[in-house]
């Protein structure tokens, strides 16, 4: 059993900055692969970027070279920096836990990401 709680999202200005966090509490993620998501008003929700146990990442082709996903299992937490923000990067962003062998699929709430000059 795991909860995942999103934060650090607001309003950022194209070319700005922004970082988001994901802790986890119920369970350890050490054993989980982890992503993030987002979702923009009237399209469908699509992969961010995603990091193994053991720090390997994959990102989508839009965000390579900008964002950065990260993982610290002593505190149970992940991060994305996003850098260079786009407007196209306003979405809803979510964070997942996940572990396939065992059946185990979790996500957090969301946090909101506006970027508006």
């Known amino acids: 059993q795991v909860q995942l709680v999103e934060s650090g999202g607001g309003l950022g200005q194209p070319g700005g900055s922004l970082s988001l966090s994901c802790a986890a509490s119920?369970?350890?993620?050490?054993?989980?692969?982890m992503g993030w998501y987002r979702q923009a008003p009237g399209k469908q929700r699509e992969l961010v970027a995603t990091i193994t146990s053991d720090g390997y990442a994959n990102y989508e082709d839009s965000v390579k070279g900008r964002f950065t996903i990260s993982r610290d299992n002593a505190k149970n937490t992940i991060y994305l920096q996003m850098n260079s923000l786009k407007s196209e990067d306003t979405a809803v962003y979510f964070c997942d836990a996940r572990w396939v062998l065992a059946g185990k699929d979790y996500w957090g709430q969301g946090t909101q990401v506006t970027v508006s000059s």
């Open positions: 119920g369970s350890n993620l050490g054993l989980y692969g």
